[in-house]
């Protein structure tokens, strides 16, 4: 794997050298100061991965990454010095395609490279399932079978906080229906993402708790290192299993679990996202009679996992992003005799 470093810091840089060496087969491709100069390395000689500071003279880490996904789009890991002070430049370049983020090693904190070498481990297997991807299509016509306002399950991944922050801005206050998101996002930034949310959304954010019940009008979104699902009809729950999946939390596993225990009407929507966690749980969704949403491409920051959705006949429906919440709005306000018509 080769990976492009960008940092200003000469620190900073060799701390991520050493880090880089620890794993076989990994090699630093170059390094650049400035968001400007990645762009154009980028454009050069694309990497298979970068480490992405925020804080740099000129062009910064955000506006790197979103000219970099504009044009030359790559795996991009956020590598800068305090997440936690930079939260919102780190949700705004999630919002871009980032995939993640860590804090920048120090060579005299090991505990810090290996928490960076955990998220390396993490993107190249994900990279490497994308390669290995083999992709089937099925038709299957499935029946919408709605009763009453419906549980709405969100899976999202790279490019998500901006795509959720979209189309949650983009809901009434009074919206009925009961909203659960798994984001793909470091458990220790869960909670001031839902927090960033809730201050662009009418409806409640928050992340949601052991027991909790999804709620009409509410917004509950995954906010640990292990999956969320439905543990019974109506309460969330979070569990380590399945151990093995790369996303921590996992979209697949709880639209499964919303097939497995829901027992009302449900829609399943997976936005943009590298990979293709979400799909097989989106397709789950569809053949068990629900109705199902993936983001198009053009407003898709990363078209990865919509995309496998969509080669799966996985979507009844493939929106733009500015396209979903007015679409979720009528289908939840129409009567159940009706919905199926939609």
């Given at each position: 794997?080769?990976?492009?470093?960008?940092?200003?810091?000469?620190?900073?840089?060799?701390?991520?050298?050493?880090?880089?060496?620890?794993?076989?087969?990994?090699?630093?491709a170059w390094?650049?100061?400035?968001?400007?100069?990645?762009?154009?390395?980028?454009?050069?000689?694309?990497?298979?991965?970068?480490?992405?500071?925020?804080?740099?003279?000129?062009?910064?880490?955000?506006?790197?990454?979103r000219?970099?996904?504009?044009?030359?789009?790559?795996?991009?890991?956020?590598?800068?010095?305090?997440?936690?002070?930079?939260?919102?430049?780190?949700?705004?370049?999630?919002?871009?395609?980032?995939l993640?983020?860590?804090?920048?090693?120090?060579?005299?904190?090991?505990?810090?490279?290996?928490?960076?070498?955990?998220k390396?481990?993490?993107?190249?297997?994900l990279?490497?399932?994308?390669?290995?991807?083999?992709?089937?299509?099925?038709?299957?016509?499935?029946?919408?079978?709605?009763?009453?306002?419906?549980?709405?399950?969100?899976?999202?991944?790279?490019?998500?906080?901006?795509?959720?922050?979209?189309?949650?801005?983009?809901?009434?206050?009074?919206?009925?229906?009961?909203?659960?998101?798994?984001?793909?996002?470091?458990?220790?930034?869960?909670?001031?993402?839902?927090?960033?949310?809730?201050?662009?959304?009418?409806?409640?954010?928050?992340?949601?708790?052991?027991?909790?019940?999804?709620?009409?009008?509410?917004?509950l979104?995954?906010?640990?290192?292990?999956?969320?699902?439905?543990?019974?009809?109506?309460?969330?729950?979070?569990?380590?299993?399945?151990?093995?999946?790369?996303?921590?939390?996992?979209?697949?596993?709880?639209?499964?679990?919303?097939?497995?225990?829901?027992?009302g009407?449900?829609?399943?929507?997976?936005?943009?996202?590298?990979?293709?966690?979400?799909?097989?749980?989106?397709?789950?969704?569809?053949?068990?009679?629900?109705?199902?949403?993936?983001?198009?491409?053009?407003?898709?920051?990363?078209?990865?996992?919509?995309?496998?959705?969509?080669?799966?006949?996985?979507?009844?429906?493939?929106?733009?992003?500015?396209?979903?919440?007015?679409?979720?709005?009528?289908?939840?306000?129409?009567?159940?005799?009706?919905?199926?018509k939609?």
């Amino acid at each position: 794997m080769k990976i492009g470093i960008v940092n200003d810091s000469p620190m900073a840089v060799e701390a991520l050298r050493r880090a880089i060496m620890q794993r076989p087969g990994c090699t630093v491709a170059w390094v650049a100061h400035d968001g400007a100069e990645a762009v154009a390395r980028c454009e050069q000689d694309p990497p298979d991965l970068l480490f992405m500071d925020m804080v740099m003279p000129g062009v910064d880490g955000v506006e790197a990454t979103r000219r970099i996904m504009a044009a030359t789009p790559c795996p991009i890991l956020i590598v800068t010095v305090d997440v936690g002070a930079n939260a919102s430049r780190v949700f705004d370049a999630m919002g871009y395609g980032a995939l993640d983020a860590v804090n920048t090693p120090r060579m005299d904190q090991p505990q810090d490279v290996q928490s960076l070498l955990a998220k390396l481990d993490v993107i190249d297997k994900l990279i490497g399932d994308r390669q290995r991807a083999s992709l089937t299509k099925a038709r299957l016509d499935t029946a919408t079978i709605w009763q009453h306002a419906p549980l709405i399950a969100i899976g999202a991944s790279a490019g998500g906080p901006a795509a959720l922050a979209t189309l949650l801005s983009a809901l009434p206050g009074d919206f009925s229906a009961s909203i659960v998101i798994v984001q793909h996002v470091d458990a220790r930034f869960a909670e001031g993402m839902a927090h960033w949310l809730d201050e662009q959304a009418a409806l409640p954010v928050r992340a949601a708790k052991e027991g909790d019940r999804p709620m009409p009008g509410t917004v509950l979104m995954a906010a640990t290192g292990d999956h969320l699902a439905l543990r019974d009809k109506s309460h969330l729950g979070y569990t380590p299993n399945p151990r093995e999946y790369v996303h921590r939390p996992s979209v697949n596993v709880f639209f499964e679990s919303v097939v497995g225990n829901w027992q009302g009407s449900a829609i399943g929507v997976l936005l943009t996202g590298m990979g293709r966690d979400g799909a097989r749980g989106l397709k789950a969704m569809r053949d068990a009679g629900h109705h199902t949403i993936a983001q198009d491409q053009a407003s898709s920051a990363v078209f990865g996992m919509p995309k496998e959705a969509i080669a799966m006949d996985a979507a009844v429906e493939v929106l733009s992003i500015e396209q979903i919440a007015p679409r979720l709005v009528k289908l939840c306000a129409a009567p159940p005799l009706q919905r199926r018509k939609l």
